[in-house]
């Protein structure tokens, strides 16, 4: 068998060549750390009862790998948390440090699409048009309108105009003219133009409402009342013209509706992968975080072990042979890397903001709920 190194229980580190990446070598706090963390994963593989065939870098390595994976979990839950305001932020500079303050503005710029189809602003421009309308004609194609008019593309009508004559102005007022001088009187207010007088100074606003009703009810029903029918941007008018004239209408270019709009900086975060964390500052973690990161990284070393193990299945010694526990080291580092990794996540989805503001909540619902049960003191005075 080939010689292979055994952990004397002694450890040195050397900043920029005892970890592989050196990302946490300039902090002094992971320098005394690594010395300590070397020697309890020694003493929890069985130094000094047993030999562990580990080297000091072994075990840095391992240190600085859960220092990172630790760093990874918790900005990640960071970024699913807080992705939607920082989409379109720019890259700048680490975030490590920085409070991301929740905003409305993505949300209201998503909206901006919304509101385009509600007709309440958006984000497209709408254009407006007329069709000359014939007495022979009661069908016209707006999609050849829009040819006609060096429209590329399609069109999406949005409204029709038609502004039939107010129904105030078919009022009957049975007082008119007759001498009670009402109409002049609302005259003298600009109001005599508008609706029959009396009613200003008589009956409820109600009883105009109504009336006014009842004559666009009877033009719907009675008459031929004006009205259209659009389909597939062919449009029909009813009833059939019986004169030139002009339709008004509002449309959407299909072209500009279906358009997706690129920012083409380069310094907008575009993906999760753009948004500038960086590995984290070891002295800025908490002890909760520590301790964390000691056991992953004891786990880490049984994992790396039990693959140098797995290379010597026997191992002979004077007189006999000794066989190495590479099956069971291997399957404990796997569960309890699956352990931690699963509490890890718990505890970053049960702080996250929803998780709190539910917790918050229910706080306050048990406070109201005690309350209830304490007897009220009745004051005399």
């Known amino acids: 068998m080939a010689n292979v190194t055994i952990w004397d229980g002694t450890a040195t580190f050397t900043s920029g060549s005892s970890t592989p990446f050196g990302f946490y070598d300039s902090d002094t706090v992971f320098q005394t750390d690594a010395i300590k963390v070397a020697k309890f994963v020694g003493t929890r593989l069985g130094y000094p009862l047993m030999d562990v065939e580990l080297q000091d870098d072994s075990m840095f390595a391992c240190f600085e790998e859960a220092i990172t994976t630790y760093g990874n979990e918790v900005f990640q839950y960071k970024i699913r948390e807080n992705y939607l305001n920082l989409e379109g932020a720019t890259t700048g500079s680490s975030m490590n440090n920085q409070l991301t303050d929740p905003t409305l503005n993505r949300i209201v710029q998503i909206a901006g699409h919304y509101g385009t189809e509600a007709e309440v602003g958006g984000n497209v421009r709408k254009y407006s048009g007329s069709l000359a309308i ?173 693959y140098i193990r797995g290379k010597y299945q026997v191992v002979p010694v004077p007189g006999s042979e000794a066989s190495l526990n590479q099956a069971d080291l291997l399957a404990d580092a796997r569960s309890e890397k699956i352990e931690l990794m699963t509490n890890l996540r718990e505890m970053l989805t049960s702080t996250g903001r929803s998780a709190q503001l539910e917790a918050q909540a229910k706080e306050a619902e048990d406070v109201q709920s005690t309350l209830k049960s304490v007897p009220m003191t009745i004051f005399v005075g």
């Open 134 to 306: 014939t007495g022979s004609q009661q069908e016209y194609d707006l999609d050849q309108w829009a040819t006609d008019q060096g429209i590329s593309g399609s069109i999406e009508i949005r409204k029709v105009f038609y502004q039939s004559p107010p129904a105030i102005q078919r009022y009957f007022d049975p007082y008119a003219g007759t001498g009670t001088g009402v109409q002049s009187l609302m005259q003298a207010f600009d109001f005599g133009s508008f609706s029959p007088g009396i009613n200003f100074m008589l009956m409820p606003i109600s009883y105009d409402v109504a009336l006014l009703q009842g004559i666009e009810f009877n033009d719907q029903i009675r008459k031929s009342t004006y009205t259209f029918e659009l389909v597939n941007n062919r449009i029909k008018v009813f009833p059939k013209p019986t004169s030139e004239g002009y339709l008004f209408f509002e449309y959407y270019k299909l072209d500009d509706k279906n358009v997706i709009n690129f920012d083409n900086s380069t310094t907008k975060i575009t993906n999760v992968g753009e948004v500038p964390y960086s590995n984290p500052q070891y002295k800025q973690i908490n002890s909760v975080g520590r301790q964390w990161i000691f056991r992953y990284t004891l786990a880490l070393a049984k994992e790396l072990l039990a």
